[in-house]
């Protein structure tokens, strides 16, 4: 694996050896190269030595880990004059790369350092050590780790040794990074723009309701900027109105002057605010009270056991407020640790002497910044040391029965390689505010705002089932009741008379009607034997056949129809029966005769017509026509007249058509009366013309 | 009566034409002719009815139910004591879903004929539409034992326990069916529903393969089966009866859905959401594929998309509770915070406990 490393290594010089012969070639600070511009070349070269001191002073100070102060940031502001003049020098290139990484402008480190090693692709082993650096920011451990072991492998100055500590350290947050850095913990971190600038920002606070932001901020300010163009620190508030942060607002004196002040913590209410500033180079915790909308001029916040050449810096209050955690370098190698003080006589400012947090907090780098979460039992605080994953990270640790617990990495994306320091937390654990020079910022050191996403939300599946197979197919078979055959019986009332066809007198006859459709008979009736009347319901819309049956008459049959009719209906049907019983005497009571004469008046033919039709349907019909009279007169005149009146009538018939052989005629006189002559009426009666069946 | 009192008007009517007709009958005649009168009309109205109520039919059969509504009441107002008219008239409204006219209707063939085994059936299923189970229940007693051999009265008692939670009921129920009809796999899948509920997994599966052994294409017994492997702990086993489901029926978007949801409890969200796509492609309409794909989205990341998909499952299902939840969840990440309160404030409406704890523990800054 070593060697493949090695390879890999190789094949990067070579290419960027490669790279240079095409494209660029390393331009050195010599006058040959500068003919033209010698003084450009001397004020160059005096500013290359100007930043090389400020470099030394720096890397010592890395090396010591002690306050790089702004040695890098001079540097740079020498190195960068030099670079105008000749930006295609390998070693001012790794020079300002060198330098950047130690600013808050470290991320663009690896635009010189890649300029560099283009430039000269056999630098000093130190390069592997920054470009490991570099690596490490791009988040190419991996790479980071191959390029720190070649420097392992290729340095052997006194400062390669001085800076194994380092190196150890180094391995070891590459090894454990890609575990955090895979894993980002559940939480956006955001720019918080409206408070930032081009310049630092850092140091934020907030009241526990998260709605006032304290900030410090190097941006240029009223005061005048130093030797090399920076501002001294001011301290800023920024209020969450309407959803938003407002844009931050310079708090002035007392607070801000022009010395470099830092507001470090600030308690929960917002009512006091710690902070330090630089005194001949010396700083000192201070606080300052609100009273009412004036910041009170800065008191020392301890007494002066506590207060000491070296620096006491970030402090942050504690919830029962009886101690101050703060950040010390007082110690003997130097380095910043997280040291605390508590409240002997509240009356007199008294307090205990400062002592460290204990080994499991501070480490043998820097630790930057603390914060106690309103709990009084958890620390926030930013270190160098324990498993960060480059830079400053921010950690937690919390107090259990007296001994801090190990401190735990906040995770990415809250920590990155660059610096991500301070921490503020809102009492509802929601947001939290931090400052980190990572890119894609604004400049410098920015304000970020952390919102935790809290536990994981887990997003809901609905499955579905069919359970019921009814769900599938709906039961919705509704069986009808059935069709009806339509019934309507529409009756006629079928009524008549059954009577006698020459004498017109009722006859009791049996009636029997049959439908015709069907052969069913619907009715078998007798017509009253006094009135010959009958009177019956026959359903309508058929066709009947009627029947009509009387011993001596003949069988009468007819054929006739019943409309259909929605409403009431009648039918009037009256039945005439013809007589042809032998023996039968009928009385032709419609036959009359002038007076005394044997003529036939013409009131006669309307009944004698019936007789030639019975005649004529019944052909084997004989009669006898009889004359009859009254017993008044002779009986000779009667005897002759009745003779001539019988004869008279035959006449007529066989005038009608009727065989004369069918017919007989013979006067009676008054020898046959059929009632008395002894009064008008019965003679009248007994005045007659008759004819009786002989034969038939 | 309204009948009656036709007929006597409409008597009085034509004995006056009748006299005027024919004044020389004599009293009787005149009583009789005035009778047949009344017969004839009284013929005529039950005619016009009986027509109208085989236009009814006519109608009914063409589905056509309100035409055939007014034809069945056309007949009753001919003839209000025609029972079939007021059964076909319930059936008719039964089939408009109007629930309420058409017990009535029922009710009313029942006054007249307290044993009518359909009118009592079919009330009782207007009562189970309804929602007025234990009126219901009473309903299917009594056609059951009108006519104890059917087998509808005793399925129906037997789905009403279901949805009634009372599972060994239902057990009893369906199993009563299966009594009478061995070759029927509804009554196998039902009873392994019931049993499913009751948390008797092996039953449920045994009756669910039962069915299937009766009629292998059942998409939805083959679903069921996959449903109760997944409660069993077999997701595998699930996704082969899902599947199976879906070679019977290639449009069954319910087993397309299910075999997602294994597939993403697997953490196989690609494929739980071509599942999903699937489902979607079978029925457009369905919600909560479309929640389901949201879902999926969500667990890769993909909030906006995931967003689109929980919108279109509110869209179609406005009351939706679980899509609030998950579109308040998406919102969020989606950096959409008044969105994601909005929308968990609704849940919370709706009764979503998550929508509620979501929103109290998020939206009160």
């Given at each position: ?536 319901s026959l359903p309508s819309g058929r066709n009947y056949g009627i029947s009509v049956n009387k011993e001596g008459y003949l069988f009468h049959s007819e054929n006739f129809n019943l409309p259909e009719l929605s409403e009431y209906n009648l039918v009037n049907k009256d039945v005439e029966m013809k007589n042809i019983a032998v023996g039968s005497k009928i009385a032709l009571r419609n036959v009359f005769y002038a007076t005394g004469k044997a003529d036939l008046t013409s009131d006669s033919y309307s009944e004698l017509k019936r007789l030639v039709d019975l005649l004529n349907v019944v052909p084997r019909l004989k009669i006898e026509l009889s004359g009859h009279t009254d017993n008044t007169g002779s009986e000779g005149l009667n005897q002759k007249l009745s003779q001539e009146r019988a004869e008279s009538v035959k006449s007529y018939l066989v005038g009608q058509g009727i065989s004369a052989d069918r017919l007989t005629a013979k006067g009676y006189g008054s020898s046959r009366p059929i009632d008395s002559n002894n009064s008008s009426e019965g003679r009248q009666n007994n005045r007659r013309t008759e004819y009786e069946i002989t034969a038939n | 009566m309204k009948i009656t009192i036709t007929i006597i008007a409409l008597l009085s009517f034509c004995a006056l034409n009748a006299q005027e007709a024919d004044s020389s009958l004599t009293d009787v005649e005149k009583a009789f002719r005035d009778s047949i009168a009344a017969l004839n009309l009284e013929s005529d109205i039950l005619a016009k009815s009986q027509e109208s109520y085989n236009k009814g039919i006519e109608s009914y059969n063409a589905g056509q139910f309100d035409a055939a509504i007014g034809h069945f009441s056309d007949a009753l107002s001919l003839n209000p004591v025609m029972l079939q008219s007021y059964y ?278």
């Amino acid at each position: 694996m070593i060697k493949l490393e090695r390879v890999h290594i190789l094949i990067l010089a070579f290419l960027f050896s490669f790279s240079q012969n095409l494209h660029a070639q390393n331009v050195d600070f010599k006058s040959s190269n500068f003919k033209e511009d010698k003084d450009g070349l001397k004020t160059a070269l005096d500013e290359i030595k100007l930043g090389d001191e400020f470099l030394e002073l720096g890397n010592q100070a890395v090396i010591d880990v002690n306050d790089v102060k702004d040695y890098f940031i001079r540097a740079l502001f020498h190195y960068e004059k030099a670079q105008k003049f000749n930006p295609k020098n390998a070693e001012l290139n790794y020079k300002i790369g060198n330098a950047l990484l130690y600013t808050n402008r470290k991320y663009e480190a690896k635009k010189y350092m890649d300029v560099s090693i283009q430039l000269n692709p056999d630098p000093d082993p130190m390069f592997y050590y920054y470009y490991a650096q570099v690596m490490q920011q791009e988040l190419e451990y991996k790479k980071s780790l191959e390029y720190i072991d070649k420097f392992i492998d290729e340095a052997k100055s006194k400062r390669a040794e001085e800076m194994k500590k380092f190196t150890t350290k180094f391995k070891k947050e590459c090894n454990a990074a890609p575990d955090i850095v895979d894993k980002p913990i559940r939480a956006w971190v955001d720019n918080l723009e409206v408070v930032n600038s081009t310049e630092d920002e850092y140091s934020p606070c907030v009241t526990a309701d998260g709605e006032f932001l304290i900030l410090t901020s190097k941006r240029p300010n009223a005061h005048a900027a130093d030797d090399i163009g920076k501002f001294d620190g001011d301290i800023y508030s920024s209020s969450f109105e309407n959803g938003a942060w407002t844009a931050p607002k310079n708090l002035g004196a007392p607070l801000s002057t022009d010395a470099d002040e830092t507001a470090s913590g600030l308690s929960y209410d917002g009512q006091r605010l710690l902070l330090f500033s630089y005194k001949e180079s010396n700083a000192n915790v201070m606080e300052s009270k609100l009273e009412g909308m004036d910041w009170s001029d800065p008191a020392l916040k301890f007494s002066s056991n506590i207060n000491s050449e070296a620096n006491e810096t970030y402090a942050s209050y504690e919830p029962a407020d009886i101690k101050v955690f703060y950040i010390y370098d007082g110690k003997l190698n130097g380095d910043k640790d997280i040291f605390f003080s508590g409240i002997m006589d509240k009356s007199r400012n008294t307090w205990g002497k400062g002592q460290s947090v204990g080994s499991q907090v501070n480490t043998k780098f820097n630790e930057g910044s603390v914060f106690m979460h309103p709990d009084g039992r958890t620390m926030y605080f930013s270190s160098q040391g324990h498993n960060s994953i480059g830079g400053y990270d921010i950690f937690k640790a919390e107090l259990v029965q007296g001994i801090w617990t190990n401190p735990v990495n906040l995770g990415y994306p809250i920590n990155t390689p660059y610096d991500d320091q301070f921490f503020a937390f809102t009492a509802n654990e929601k947001y939290a505010y931090i400052a980190s020079n990572r890119p894609g910022g604004k400049g410098g050191m920015d304000i970020y705002q952390v919102t935790f996403w809290g536990p994981e939300k887990q997003v809901i599946y609905d499955s579905e089932d069919q359970l019921l197979a009814s769900q599938v197919n709906p039961i919705r078979s509704t069986p009808l009741e059935k069709e009806v055959a339509i019934d309507k019986k529409s009756l006629t009332v079928f009524k008549g008379k059954v009577i006698d066809y020459i004498t017109k007198k009722p006859i009791q006859a049996q009636l029997v009607i049959t439908d015709n459709s069907t052969g069913e008979i619907i009715s078998d009736v007798k017509s009253n034997s006094a009135t010959g009347k009958f009177l019956l319901s026959l359903p309508s819309g058929r066709n009947y056949g009627i029947s009509v049956n009387k011993e001596g008459y003949l069988f009468h049959s007819e054929n006739f129809n019943l409309p259909e009719l929605s409403e009431y209906n009648l039918v009037n049907k009256d039945v005439e029966m013809k007589n042809i019983a032998v023996g039968s005497k009928i009385a032709l009571r419609n036959v009359f005769y002038a007076t005394g004469k044997a003529d036939l008046t013409s009131d006669s033919y309307s009944e004698l017509k019936r007789l030639v039709d019975l005649l004529n349907v019944v052909p084997r019909l004989k009669i006898e026509l009889s004359g009859h009279t009254d017993n008044t007169g002779s009986e000779g005149l009667n005897q002759k007249l009745s003779q001539e009146r019988a004869e008279s009538v035959k006449s007529y018939l066989v005038g009608q058509g009727i065989s004369a052989d069918r017919l007989t005629a013979k006067g009676y006189g008054s020898s046959r009366p059929i009632d008395s002559n002894n009064s008008s009426e019965g003679r009248q009666n007994n005045r007659r013309t008759e004819y009786e069946i002989t034969a038939n | 009566m309204k009948i009656t009192i036709t007929i006597i008007a409409l008597l009085s009517f034509c004995a006056l034409n009748a006299q005027e007709a024919d004044s020389s009958l004599t009293d009787v005649e005149k009583a009789f002719r005035d009778s047949i009168a009344a017969l004839n009309l009284e013929s005529d109205i039950l005619a016009k009815s009986q027509e109208s109520y085989n236009k009814g039919i006519e109608s009914y059969n063409a589905g056509q139910f309100d035409a055939a509504i007014g034809h069945f009441s056309d007949a009753l107002s001919l003839n209000p004591v025609m029972l079939q008219s007021y059964y076909n008239r319930g059936a008719s409204y039964y089939a408009k879903e109007q629930y309420d006219a058409a017990i009535n209707d029922f009710s009313k063939v029942l006054e007249m004929d307290e044993s009518h085994y359909n009118a009592l059936f079919q009330r009782g299923m207007c009562r189970y539409s309804s929602g007025s189970m234990e009126e219901a229940i009473g309903d299917f007693m009594e056609a059951n034992m009108a006519n104890p051999g059917q087998e509808g009265p005793v399925y129906q008692l037997g789905t009403i326990y279901f949805l009634l939670q009372k599972y060994d009921e239902s057990i009893t129920y369906f199993s009563n069916c299966i009594k009478l009809n061995p070759k029927k796999p509804d009554y196998f899948n039902d009873r392994g529903s019931a049993y499913r509920m009751k948390k008797d997994y092996v039953n449920a599966a045994k009756d669910y393969e039962q069915a299937l052994a009766i009629n292998d294409n059942l998409a939805y017994v083959k679903n069921n089966l996959g449903s109760v492997k997944k409660l069993m702990g077999d997701q595998n086993a699930a996704l082969v009866s899902y599947d199976y489901a879906t070679l019977s029926d290639g449009d069954y978007y319910i087993a397309f859905n299910n075999k997602g949801v294994v597939l993403c409890e697997q953490g196989k969200y690609e494929e739980g959401m071509k599942s999903f796509d699937r489902a979607i492609a079978g029925n457009k309409s369905y919600a909560i594929s479309y929640n389901n794909r949201g879902a999926a989205k969500f667990k890769m990341e993909y909030y906006k998309e995931a967003v689109k998909d929980f919108n279109q499952a509110i869209l179609l299902d406005p009351n939706y509770v679980n899509a609030y939840v998950n579109r308040g969840i998406a919102r969020e990440m989606a950096r959409d915070q008044k969105g994601a309160c909005s929308d968990w404030k609704k849940a919370d409406e709706l009764g979503s406990n998550a929508g509620r704890k979501f929103y109290i523990n998020n939206c009160n800054d």
